[in-house]
């Protein structure tokens, strides 16, 4: 099983460090190792929270995430959005961005040090949707309950999500942004902020909204299979979920695109403080990135958040957390490791309140057991 879904990501590690040998010696060899295990440790709540979309589609659409899913995820935006972002911000031709990042390594890191704001604000604001979606819904299942539970009230509140995300978004413009960090110092780029934070906004309600709608009608689609389901649960026959399928899963599959994009700003972002060699940055972060789609695909076929219910909601704190953090450094240097134990620490809280969950679900089912068997015993 463990060979099954990780076997690609063991071949591309293996291939990738051969590569960085080839090209840069055992000091490239290093730095593609470190980058890999950074792009792991920012990811990993990115793995969970995909988990919890891609166990609704089909083993068709599980297949495409991990092929050209990943495709796009280590090439578009390991390898090409940085020059992309360097070709935009300097206002130059793709080749002339391509021939800078690959000869002028110092250049290049300078002008993506100065489209810093603008990607950031972009993340910042979509991880921020997910977050705010996340804990204004009420849930039956609850982690931080005291939490929870007045977030859920507030949620029924139309829009208000939306109204927290700009209100962050105008605060952010109007302090991190008249100060945000360049390569040159400190300069006012809070119309760049604002712009850009917009535009992470609108992609997350234009990609959540079709993918709602195409769910809400699969629902239809499984109201009326429904008495056919029931039927087979009386011949005694297993019960199987509808998986999202056609447009419903196209729109999913996107949103997990964009979703994907949005994790990997930082590890991008952070890769520089490691290496300004592009090749050896798409390599690290291109060998994370298959883990990552490799752990989603484990999580799912395991059933892993099915058994540690509380997983779902440490990913989700994490992405706020995360949210938060690119916002703050669009004034402010935060290192990546700091990111990363965050990260790390909201899930392990999480998958330990799992634990702990299970084990006085079992208990009780034990004591109730036992209780039973005295009963017909007497």
């Known amino acids: 099983m463990v060979l099954k879904t990780f076997g690609w990501s063991f071949a591309v590690t293996a291939l990738g460090l051969v590569v960085a040998v080839i090209y840069g010696g055992w000091t490239a060899f290093g730095v593609v190792a470190i980058l890999s295990i950074l792009e792991i440790s920012l990811s990993f709540d990115n793995a969970v929270v995909n988990a919890g979309i891609l166990k609704k589609m089909s083993a068709f659409w599980q297949r495409i995430f991990l092929t050209i899913g990943i495709l796009i995820a280590v090439f578009g935006m390991r390898l090409v959005f940085p020059v992309v972002i360097v070709a935009i911000s300097a206002k130059l031709n793709p080749i002339d961005a391509v021939d800078l990042a690959l000869n002028n390594k110092d250049l290049y890191e300078q002008y993506v040090t100065d489209a810093h704001p603008a990607i950031a604000a972009f993340g910042g604001m979509f991880l921020l949707m997910i977050f705010l979606d996340f804990i204004f819904e009420d849930r039956d299942i609850k982690w931080l309950a005291w939490l929870e539970r007045p977030l859920a009230k507030l949620g029924k509140i139309d829009m208000l999500s939306v109204c927290i995300a700009l209100i962050v978004l105008l605060i952010t413009a109007m302090t991190f942004a008249t100060h945000a960090h360049t390569h040159s110092g400190h300069a006012d780029k809070s119309a760049t902020v604002m712009l850009s934070g917009i535009a992470g906004l609108i992609t997350y309600l234009v990609v959540g909204g079709l993918s709602g709608f195409f769910e809400d009608k699969l629902e239809e689609e499984e109201e009326r299979e429904h008495e056919a389901e029931e039927k087979a649960a009386a011949e005694g026959k297993p019960r199987s979920a509808v998986e999202l399928v056609g447009k419903a899963a196209f729109f999913m599959f996107l949103y997990l695109e964009v979703l994907d994009a949005s994790f990997s700003f930082d590890g991008v972002i952070g890769a520089f403080a490691i290496t300004n060699d592009i090749i050896l940055m798409a390599l690290g972060l291109g060998i994370g990135a298959m883990y990552v789609r490799s752990l989603t695909v484990y999580l799912v076929r395991q059933g892993t958040l099915d058994d540690y219910v509380y997983l779902e909601h440490g990913a989700h704190y994490a992405i706020g957390a995360l949210a ?3 916002l703050v450094t669009i004034q402010y240097e935060i290192h990546e490791i700091i990111t990363g134990l965050i990260g790390v620490v909201l899930i392990a809280s999480s ?28």
């Open 324 to 326: 938060v953090i690119l």
């Open 351 to 378: 998958f330990w309140s799992s634990v702990r969950r299970n084990r006085r679900l079992a208990a009780a089912e034990g004591g109730s057991d036992g209780k039973a068997e005295g009963t017909s015993g007497a």
